[in-house]
């Protein structure tokens, strides 16, 4: 039996009706051997020019929309001073309508904060700190070129909590090299020790020309066999669902009430407008890019010139395509009657015989108008959703 909205959480209920604003930070203080993200290092001079740009792209956007979630992410966002993402949350309350209870999350890196400064941060307005934490073990840490301890790890959630943050996430990243299905769940322990209200688990991917990669074959580190890392995955959820944390998306659990809304709008079919370099947005059904080198965006902004790189209309397939596959990454699933009638297409008539099979398989469940993966059936996330594109 289906769900009935009333009873679902409040967190999943009607993301999309309002904008989340993403707010990027590409400056780091140290770069660490796995990440592929956009990001460079930290330089004093070049982040205040970025942030009068980031302001000034932020004012040209105005609009009379609601917002209710910001996220800053990164790079390390929290290499800002306090006042200075008040400058920039200040600059997003004047040029859209955000709601008075705004999710307002800043990815931070234990090693940049304080307790002085996150009470910095919430004064400012941020009302939810996620933590890259990746692992309580420092051999880890170090393997990864991270800058923190796992003991710095654990006194910023302290602080965070002493700072007045009741909404504090923490990442960790499993599969790591060397890593044992043990040392992973010691890490989940530690985790569930420190008590957050949100966790996010990541499998480490490798990209291509990651200086991991010739670490790991200098060092003869390797990853664990790929069944080890399924068995990471379920024990790892089945101690959180112990700890008492719901599973709402592939790679997220939360206490009740804290699952992140800024990033249910990625996965419910929500709307989002990104600012700074490289951000992504996506507004009734367009899609756009900023140009990905800051150097660029600032330049394209300060010179008046538009900072987008790249910008298309989603086509209606594209669009249910994505709405299928990333509302299927959600614990809850997807609504085929709903998806069907906002997007005019029979989805079961249109993909049910490709999806009977993982049905049969027990990776798959359709309940009422509801079709969601099965635990087991979020480690082969990859293959069903190859279904839709
Ligand atoms: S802190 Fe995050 S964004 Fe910066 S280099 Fe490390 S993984 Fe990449």
């Known amino acids: 039996m289906a769900k009935r909205e009333a009873d679902r959480p409040s ?22 051997n796995y990440c592929n993200f956009n990001r460079g290092l930290y330089d004093a001079g070049l982040k205040t020019r970025y942030l009068a740009a980031l302001r000034t792209e932020i004012a040209r956007a105005a609009n009379a929309r609601a ?19 008040r400058g920039i949350i200040e600059a997003v309350r004047e040029a859209f309508s955000l709601d008075p209870d705004a999710e307002i999350t800043l990815e931070t890196n234990p090693e940049t904060v304080d307790r002085a400064k996150l009470e910095g941060f919430r004064a400012a307005g941020v009302n939810r700190v996620s933590f890259g934490v990746q692992s309580f073990q420092d051999e880890e840490l170090r393997r990864l070129g991270r800058i923190h301890s796992a003991d710095r790890a654990r006194a910023a959630v302290r602080d965070a909590r002493a700072a007045g943050f009741d909404n504090v996430s923490l990442d960790l990243m499993m599969w790591l090299p060397g890593q044992s299905v043990d040392a992973w769940l010691a890490n989940v322990d530690a985790l569930t020790a420190a008590d957050p209200d949100h966790a996010s688990l990541y499998l480490l991917e490798l ?52 699952a992140s809304r800024h990033n249910l709008k ?29 150097g660029e965006y600032i330049d394209r902004v300060a010179g008046a010139t538009d900072p987008v790189a790249e910008r298309r209309r989603l086509s209606a397939d594209e669009r249910l395509e994505e709405a299928l ?3 299927l990454r959600l614990a809850e699933g997807i609504d085929l009657v709903q998806l069907s009638d906002r997007y005019g297409v029979d989805v079961w ?5 490709e999806l009977q099979r993982f049905l049969e398989g027990g990776w798959l469940v359709r309940e009422g108008p509801r079709l969601r993966l099965t635990r ?9 959703m190859a279904v839709f594109v």
């Not at 008539?349 to 015989?353: E, K, L, N, S, V």
């Open 11 to 32: 967190d999943l209920r009607s993301p999309a009706s309002a904008l989340g604003i993403y707010v990027h930070i590409p400056f780091c203080s140290a770069i660490c």
């Open 67 to 85: 917002a209710d979630t910001i996220f800053f992410g990164g790079g390390t966002p929290s290499l800002l001073e306090p006042d200075e993402v």
């Open 207 to 258: 990209y291509p020309n990651a200086p991991l990669k010739e670490d790991m074959a200098r060092s003869g580190w390797s990853q664990a066999p790929d069944d080890d890392a399924a068995e990471m995955y379920l024990r790892a959820l089945a101690k959180l669902d112990a700890a008492g944390y719901a599973q709402y998306e592939i790679s997220n659990v939360a206490r009740p009430g804290r």
């Open 266 to 294: 990625y996965w419910c079919d929500g709307e989002w407008l990104g600012f700074g370099c490289g951000a992504h947005s996506t507004v009734a059904g367009v899609r756009w890019k900023n140009a990905s080198a800051t």
């Open 325 to 327: 596959f990333t509302g």
């Open 349 to 353: 008539a249109r993909y049910g015989d």
């Open 376 to 384: 087991d059936g979020m480690l082969m996330a990859n293959e069903v």
